[in-house]
Structures are given as C-alpha cells and as structure tokens.
C-alpha cells in the first residue's frame, strides 16, 4: 500500500544582505531569466506542492515582500544566524504538524526532484527526523562538512569551526534540510552560539537530534542545483546555467533553434513544437509561441502571444500585448504593441501599430504607423478584414479603416475610411517634361561636379 506524502512546508531563507552584489536591491530580487531568483525557489515548491511557505526577510525589503506575495513573510530583525533566521518562522507555522524543508533564496536552481528524494528519505527504515541535503563541490572550502558514523549523519561542523582532519571531509552541506516540524522547533530551541561566528547555526540541529537519540540522514545533490549565488559574476554563471537548459528544453520539446547559444529566454517562455527560432533572439517574459510559428533571427519579444504558421522576423520587436495571428507576417523593422494581428494579416516592413486590430488578410504597407498617443492618451485603430494600407500612411487614432477599404500611399488618415472606399489626401503631382535633363545641362556648363 502506497501511503500519502507527508504534508510539507517550506522556510525559504532570504534575510542576508547580499553585500557583494553592491545593489540596493536586496540579493534574492536579482534576476535570472526575467525573475527574481528567490521566485525560481518558490515555483520549484510549489511544483512540488509544497505548502505553506515562509520566506524569512530581512529589515527595509518591501520590495521582496511583494514579489513572493500571496507567500507569507516572516521578520528577521537582526542577522543572527541561519537557526535565529528559521525559528522566525515558527510563529507563522506554529499550527502546522508535517514536514518542514528549509531553503535558500539564492539558491535558485535546487531541484523539485531532489527535494522529492529528501521527503522520501524521511519514510526510510530509520525514520530520520532530520534530512540534510549533502553535496560534494570540486572546492568544499567553507561549506559546512557532513561528519557521518555508522548510523549515518552524525554532526555537521562548519569550515571555521572544523579540525584539519574534518575539513578533509568532501561531503558538504548544501544548508537545504528537511525535517519534523516539532522536532524541529524542539531542536532549535536547544540551539546556542557558541561558535567561530558567535551565531545560531542551523547546522547545530543534527548533533543535537542525535543527542536526543533520533537519526539523521544525507540525500545527495549536484554542485550545479546548489549554486548559490552571492555576487554579479555567479549571477551571470546562474543565467548562463538557466538559458543553457532552456535551450535544451526548447529543442527536447520540439522547437529547431538554428544557433541555441544566441538565443535568450525567459523563465516562463512557453515554445511549442516545430518552432523555427533563428539567430539572435531575445525572449522577454510572458511569450506563448504555438507550434508551427517561424521566428527569423535578431527579434525582440516580450508579453506576447505567436500563433500557429506566423512568421516573425527578423529584425522584429514585439512588445506587451502584440497577438500575432495564425499565419500572420510581421517582417523587418516593424514594432507591434497591444495590438492584434488577425489570420494572415501582414505587417511587413519598417511600422510601427500600436493599440490597434489588423483584420484577418489585411496589408499593411511599408513605413505605415499608428499614431496613437497625442502626448495625453492612447487611442486605437482599427483595420478591417482584407483591408490595404499605402506605404508611409499615418493612421491617427481613434480611427478606423473598415473592411476591404484601401488608403493611398503617404495618406494621413484622421478620418474613419468606409469599408471598400479610398482615402488619398495628397496633393495633385505635377509633372514638367524635360527638367531634369535640362538641370543637368546647366550645371555641366558650369562645371559643377556630381557630388557622391
Ligand atoms: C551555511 C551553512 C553551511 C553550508 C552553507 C551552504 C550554517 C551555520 N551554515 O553557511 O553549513 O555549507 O550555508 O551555502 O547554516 N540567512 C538569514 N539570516 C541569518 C543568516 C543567514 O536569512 O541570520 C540566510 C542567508 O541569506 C543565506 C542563508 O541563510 O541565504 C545562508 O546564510 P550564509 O550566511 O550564506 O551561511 P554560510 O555561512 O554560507
Ligand atoms: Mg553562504
């Protein structure tokens, strides 16, 4: 008989200054694919369905409050160590009976599968009230080391605190650890500073359980998920590790990327399968491409949404609320916002359309721009089904083009325009036969040379 997983919260630490970053912001907030790192921890959990979570802040950080919002947060007025961080905790699991899993913040990558594997090692035949998640890094230097006995993890000494003998010891604590609520609680309790940094240590939980006659136990992870990240140059090393499985993910899932390591996605970029990504391309949060979409290279997105046989690019920006239809073009130089492209509507070169609708099989021409901001407001246009815009119209919004109807070549359109009508407002050409030929004539007289 299978039985239910035990019910388990999180504490994810997040009070640390982050002082190596040089940043006003406080560390977890930086980036890492178009989200905030402590927010890659809080999806991996709640994959894992792991609830509630507390993420224990620091002084002055409203800003993170609000990024893990609806999260509960807890207070760490002064830094006291990461055992004084997670029994800020307790208040607000103080009615929680189950498993507890403590985490770091700026440890984004650490895996929903290993986590898995630690609450599974809780139902080991030893019944270990506490599991630590060990690693064993090519540099153990200050990591804390797993000092293990016969009935497995016995103590954990930190690097300052440790004897030579022990800072031999490769295996090393990663600080992600998993245990019984109230023996946690119980454990902390008992917790004192008398070490090298005069804190609290977290890590003092597991000599302590032992004295108490319960078990320990290490789960093992790899040095990459546990990258933990404390200045810009690891920030950069965590990006690149992310587009680096992004890509992969990409391509397992379908989509042809014809140079992988130049493009760039976010964390929740949604590919489909037999996309076409080319070179140099840029994915902003919140782009959905469905299957079947081609993206020519050097393209800019983000808040967007490519449907099924659209062909994008390149050279093509398209921002916030830009809806690319089914088998609609948008070519060179060409920037849709908010604006949505029916089915086989196409936008091909050097426009801007903002805040509008093309209807389905529309033209739009070379050079057209919506002018939809009067330095106030922004005001919509609207194009009709099979409607042909000239090159370099100025569409002045609020208007609108109805269906079938066309616009002239340089026409600003202030006026809406009826379905199946013309709208031109240029001036009559005039034509002189002979000018130019004349013109040159007369300069040749006077010598004058063709400036290249
Ligand atoms: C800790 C572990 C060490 C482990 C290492 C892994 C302890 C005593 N040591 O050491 O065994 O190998 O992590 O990276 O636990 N934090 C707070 N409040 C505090 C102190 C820390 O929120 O008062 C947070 C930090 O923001 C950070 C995490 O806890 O996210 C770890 O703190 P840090 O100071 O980096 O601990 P280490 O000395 O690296
Ligand atoms: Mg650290």
Redesign the pocket.
């Known amino acids: 008989m299978t039985s239910l997983p035990t019910a388990t919260a999180a504490i994810v630490?997040?009070?640390?200054l982050g002082t190596r970053m040089k940043s006003a912001l406080p560390k977890v907030m930086h980036k890492i694919a178009g989200r905030p790192m402590v927010n890659h921890v809080l999806a991996t959990l709640s994959d894992q369905k792991i609830a509630p979570v507390v993420v224990?802040i620091g002084p002055e950080m409203e800003s993170l409050a609000q990024a893990v919002a609806p999260h509960a947060t807890a207070l760490?007025h002064d830094?006291?160590?990461?055992a004084?961080?997670v029994q800020q905790a307790q208040n607000a699991l103080k009615d929680f009976s189950g498993d507890i899993v403590v985490v770091?913040?700026?440890t984004p990558f650490i895996g929903g599968e290993t986590i898995a594997r630690m609450r599974a090692a809780r139902s080991a035949a030893k019944k270990p009230a506490v599991v630590v998640l060990g690693f064993t890094p090519a540099d153990p230097g200050?990591?804390?080391r797993l000092v293990t006995g016969a009935d497995g993890l016995e103590r954990?000494v930190?690097a300052k605190d440790a004897s030579p003998a022990e800072r031999e010891i490769k295996l090393?604590?990663?600080?992600i650890m998993l245990a019984d609520a109230k023996a946690l609680w119980q454990l902390l309790a008992q917790v004192t500073p008398n070490n090298a940094k005069n804190?609290f240590?977290?890590?003092d939980i597991i000599g302590l359980a032992r004295k108490a006659g319960m078990s320990c136990a290490v789960v093992e992870g790899d040095e990459e998920e546990l990258l933990?990240i404390n200045s810009r140059i690891e920030l950069a090393e965590a990006e690149a590790i992310f587009q680096r499985r992004a890509r992969r993910k990409a391509m397992e899932n379908g989509a042809t990327l014809t140079a992988p390591d130049t493009v760039y996605f976010s964390a929740d970029t949604k590919v489909g399968m037999d996309v076409e990504i080319g070179p140099f391309t840029v994915f902003g949060p919140g782009v959905r491409v469905d299957d079947n979409a081609v993206i020519k290279g050097f393209c800019h997105i983000e808040g967007a949404h490519i449907a099924g046989g659209a062909i994008v690019g390149p050279y093509a920006r398209l921002r916030p609320g830009a809806d690319i239809g089914a088998d609609a073009h948008v070519g060179n130089f060409v920037e849709i916002k908010n604006a949505k492209l029916e089915s086989g509507a196409k936008v091909n070169h050097l426009s801007y359309v903002g805040d509008a609708r093309v209807g389905a099989k529309a033209n739009v021409g070379a050079g057209t721009i919506t002018a939809n901001y009067d330095g106030f407001s922004k005001s919509h246009t609207d194009i009709g089904a099979g409607a042909s815009i000239g090159s370099n119209s100025v569409l002045v919004a609020p208007v609108k083009v109805g269906d079938g109807a066309m616009t002239g070549a340089g026409a600003v359109v202030r006026k809406d325009v009826p379905a199946d009508a013309l709208a031109v407002n240029s001036s009559r050409q005039e034509t002189k036969a002979g000018f130019a030929a004349n013109f040159r004539k007369l300069k040749q007289a006077t010598k004058a040379e063709p400036k290249r």
Not at 13 to 16: Q, R, S, V
Not at 172 to 175: I, T
């Open positions: 630490l997040a009070a640390g224990v760490q830094r006291r160590g990461t004084h961080a770091y913040g700026d200050g990591y804390g954990i930190e090393c604590n990663s600080g804190e240590y977290l890590t933990g």
